[in-house]
């Protein structure tokens, strides 16, 4: 069972990383298809944990595969900025505010 849960998990990494790559139409899966309004939401209520660590999630499969070189950040830089976007735009999905940070992060880091 354990190998299952980890294929699968490598499985949704790898359909999220081409969407990062392409842009292009994609199937996304989890927590990140939920609009923004629902992260605002949650993080009153401190209840925003599964949320973060999607992002956390889909962030750190970026670089783990090497997709793009990221600026050094903590996870409460991430968080604060996630809180900028989804103020300012609450019916994107959450998922376009997670790729808009890795772009700026990737705009931000220094060329390997």
């Not at 199937?27 to 973060?52: A, F, I, Q, V």
């Amino acid at each position: 069972m354990k190998t299952l849960t980890k294929k699968t998990f490598y499985l949704l990494l790898a359909v999220a990383l081409t969407a990062t790559v392409a842009h292009a139409d994609y199937n996304l899966y989890g927590l990140g298809s939920l609009p923004c309004r629902e992260w605002m939401n949650k993080r009153t209520s401190d209840s925003w944990y599964e949320m973060g660590e999607w992002m956390l999630g889909f962030i750190s499969a970026v670089g783990y595969y090497g997709i793009y070189t990221l600026k050094d950040a903590d996870a409460q830089a991430f968080l604060k900025w996630m809180d900028a976007y989804c103020r300012e735009k609450p019916q994107n999905e959450f998922a376009d505010g997670v790729q808009k940070l890795v772009e700026t992060l990737k705009a931000a880091s220094p060329s390997r």
